[in-house]
């Protein structure tokens, strides 16, 4: 079955660095999410993407986060200053279809801020 | 706004059957997806409803009634490998699959 892949599995940054979190959606899909769960907690929403641009943002996603497609098959999301608080799993996910449609998830980046 | 309801934790016995409640307000409705995540772990994909009734799909079924915003997750002949979280997720009127905090299930022998 095809996946969702991302890399790194663990990043391990220091506070105010930029981090850039990358993934490969599947190849015919046209959807794409970005998703955070802070340890213990609820998978939360942080972006969805589609024909190049933002579709949707959660209040999680003020200015210090930013996505971007910068080929045909990456999808990245970038932290411009880490903060303690963004230490979480992140999971990029995608899907081929708005709604109705299940979200297909990689496996997560373990970002860790010290 | 959105509120989605699942216990916290359950616990069940190998064999056994066990049913995972969820509640859920939103401001529209596209649909609700159970899916399962194990410690450390994606989630992966279970069941879909966006019509009422029963959806049936081998030991687990999912079941869902708009009118009362309820849906409920039925694990049959239940196994140790099924002890993980089952999450409640509704598709509103965005583009976002919203999550609930999880049903922590422990499956003992």
């Known amino acids: 079955e095809p996946e969702v892949t991302q890399t790194p599995s663990h990043q391990v940054t220091q506070m105010g660095q930029e981090v850039i979190l990358r993934c490969v959606p599947i190849s015919n899909h046209l959807y794409f999410y970005w998703y955070r769960q802070i340890l213990g907690q609820k998978v939360e929403f942080l972006v969805s993407?589609?024909?190049?641009?933002?579709?949707?943002k959660s209040e999680i996603f003020d200015d210090q986060f930013s996505v971007e497609r910068p080929d045909g098959s990456n999808f990245t999301l970038k932290i411009r200053s880490t903060k303690l608080e963004d230490s979480a799993m992140y999971f990029c996910?995608?899907?081929?279809?708005?709604?109705?449609?299940?979200?297909?998830f990689g496996s997560g980046t373990q970002l860790s801020v010290l | 706004g959105q509120n989605i309801d699942q216990p916290t934790e359950m616990t069940a016995t190998e064999g056994a059957i066990v049913q995972i409640n969820c509640t859920y307000q939103?401001?529209?409705?596209?649909?609700l997806f159970w899916y399962q995540q194990h410690a450390g772990e994606a989630p992966t994909f279970l069941s879909y409803?966006?019509?009422?009734g029963l959806e049936e799909k081998g030991r687990f079924s999912s079941f869902l009634s708009r009118s009362k915003g309820y849906s409920y997750l039925l694990l049959k002949e239940l196994q140790m490998k099924d002890s993980a979280s089952y999450l409640c997720a509704v598709w509103d009127t965005g583009t976002a699959l919203i999550f609930g905090k999880g049903t922590t299930l422990s499956v003992s022998s």
């Open positions: 939103t401001s529209g409705f596209n649909g």
């Open positions: 996910a995608s899907s081929d279809d708005r709604g109705g449609e299940k979200l297909f």
């Open positions: 993407f589609y024909n190049n641009e933002i579709s949707e």
């Open positions: 409803n966006v019509l009422d």
